[in-house]
């Protein structure tokens, strides 16, 4: 599997907590994981008594010189090491008594070696028992010189509300992870803070601020902020996790039953000297899927709502304010599709209406409540991305793997998927699948996509005096992340994209550091109350490798 990043996120300003803390695995958690995983801990003490039953079994079967000698009492102090042992036995010899007119021997240096050594105030470590330890050196009275190491840990961990986050699922060398990045506009700084380990192939993520419920938090009290991202991968199992949490090793919640899919657990498909059958389906489920997560979507008006879009061709609604037990699961289930839903999103405007596309080349628009009566449109190629337009209710975006962006008003689908949905405008965005879409949320008609002929464009959409959508390009960009799987808007910042795709690597463009881009965008910047300043360096942003910062402190000192 190659290196790449398959999906990015970002996090607004302010949500993040200024200190994070650190995982904690007592007791309470130790449960927690334990009713997550569905892990029997009766089942576990009864496997972990027949080996120790097994392993003593096999000590006393053993014959002669190879059998091992067995307490039955337990005491580690009866066990002797064997060349101590014969250490003794050496030493072990007769001594001749002194004779009586030798003048040592009243200091019976005969004896010396064999006087007892556990005598008080004998040897350098005699009162060690009498020490006392401290774990923290800022208790210990002997230590004047406080070190300030666990301060400047924490002054290199701290996140200000300046700074934002971005998420991003990369897989390097077989190994899968959240990456979370610290990028501070100010200084044009991004860096790495901390990672989260990941079972299997990341494939979408979605930030909520929503505390999911787990077993023990069952309470009546209103539900809080938080700051969370939700994980889709190969497994049919969707995590969330906690942002504010370093070196986690296990998410908050997880959607879906692990024990019933059986995602962690690998069936071999054949030997490989046949030919075989193609897999066939898992048998689906109205609770849980079955199948990879490829598409997540969290409700910003019913902040408990977390929709799914999966392989198994359905999409799932999962209620986060109840706790996961057995028997429950997701709380409605959508089979509106009839191949791999890649894709959903809520609107946000009519927070029950969804949004789905799949790979049966079709997109829906629904009511949660009564997806029956849902509308759709037929397309010419698979679904890659879509994307509801914040600035109309009812306009959304479709990319496809052809290369095109479809504009649709969702009152002019038909219902009878038979009939013609001609869209609203057609773009021919790049050469190759369209990987990538995004809609600004901070500015009107600006667009931006990513494809996998590698570049990041950015769109401008002006309404002509006849009602028909004026499309311009504004910048095109190869930001060097390889083909682009991720390409999306900053919710603080009205022309900043992160980028992210084949070559595991996450790049920011301030597209407004284009002066084209800032005249295109100059009426509608105006509007919105923002001014651009011009940036140095093309405005690309990335992480800076330890390399290349001593090779520019080198050449500094040249």
Not at 305 to 312: F, G, N, V
Request: overall charge negative; aromatic content about 6%; charged content about 30%.
């Amino acid at each position: 599997m190659s290196n790449l990043i398959s999906c990015v996120s970002w996090v607004k300003r302010g949500v993040s907590a200024h200190q994070p803390s650190k995982y904690v695995l007592d007791e309470k958690e130790l449960e927690r994981v334990s009713a997550l995983a569905r892990i029997e801990l009766e089942d576990a003490r009864v496997e972990i008594e027949r080996a120790h039953n097994a392993a003593k079994s096999m000590g006393k079967g053993a014959e002669g010189a190879e059998a091992d000698d067995v307490d039955e009492d337990g005491d580690e102090d009866a066990w002797v090491d064997e060349e101590d042992a014969s250490m003794e036995v050496d030493g072990d010899v007769q001594v001749d008594a002194p004779e009586k007119g030798d003048d040592l021997a009243q200091y019976n240096l005969d004896e010396y070696d064999e006087d007892d050594v556990k005598e008080d105030g004998m040897g350098p470590f005699s009162n060690i028992k009498g020490l006392t330890f401290y774990r923290d050196n800022q208790d210990d009275p002997y230590i004047t010189l406080k070190d300030d190491v666990e301060d400047d840990e924490r002054s290199e961990l701290e996140i200000l509300p300046t700074d934002n986050l971005l998420v991003t699922a990369k897989t390097e060398d077989d190994v899968s992870q959240l990456e979370i990045y610290v990028y501070d506009e100010s200084q044009d700084n991004l860096y790495v803070h901390h990672d989260l380990m990941l079972p299997n192939f990341p494939l979408c993520l979605e930030w909520l601020d929503f505390p999911p419920a787990s077993s023990e938090m069952q309470t009546d009290a209103p539900p809080k902020f938080g700051n969370y991202i939700a994980v889709g991968t190969l497994d049919p199992e969707i995590e969330i996790w906690s942002l504010d949490v370093m070196e986690s090793m296990y998410p908050d919640m997880i959607l879906g039953r692990p024990d019933k899919t059986a995602a962690h657990v690998p069936v071999p498909a054949g030997t490989g000297k046949k030919k075989r059958k193609k897999t066939k389906h898992r048998p689906s489920s109205d609770t849980y899927h079955v199948d990879a997560v490829l598409g997540l979507s969290w409700n910003r008006t019913h902040r408990h709502m977390l929709a799914s879009a999966s392989a198994d061709r359905t999409v799932k609604l999962w209620d986060l304010s109840r706790p996961i037990v057995d028997g429950e699961g997701a709380i409605r289930s959508f089979g509106v599709h009839k191949d791999k839903v890649q894709a959903v999103q809520w609107n946000e405007k009519e927070p029950t209406v969804l949004l789905s596309g799949s790979y049966d080349r079709t997109v829906r628009v629904f009511d949660s409540r009564a997806p029956d009566t849902g509308v759709g449109a037929v397309l010419g190629a698979d679904v890659e991305a879509l994307r509801w337009d914040p600035w109309e209710t009812h306009a959304f975006y479709v990319s496809l793997e052809n290369g095109l962006v479809l504009n649709f008003d969702a009152r002019a689908l038909p219902t009878d998927m038979k009939s013609p949905s001609p869209a609203r405008f057609t773009l021919s965005a790049h050469d190759g699948a369209v990987s990538a879409l995004d809609v600004s949320p901070l500015l009107r008609g600006c667009i931006c996509t990513g494809g996998t002929d590698k570049l990041v464009k950015v769109w401008n959409v002006d309404e002509t005096a006849g009602g028909k959508p004026a499309v311009s390009m504004v910048a095109s960009r190869d930001m060097e992340v390889g083909k682009v799987f991720s390409a999306v808007f900053s919710p603080d910042d009205p022309l900043t994209i992160a980028a992210a795709g084949s070559k595991a690597k996450l790049q920011l463009w301030d597209v407004g550091a284009n002066s084209g881009a800032r005249r295109a965008f100059a009426s509608k910047l105006s509007e919105a109350g923002r001014v651009l300043k011009e940036k140095e360096g093309g405005g690309l942003v990335g992480l800076v490798d330890d390399d290349e910062t001593s090779e520019d402190e080198g050449d500094e000192d040249d």
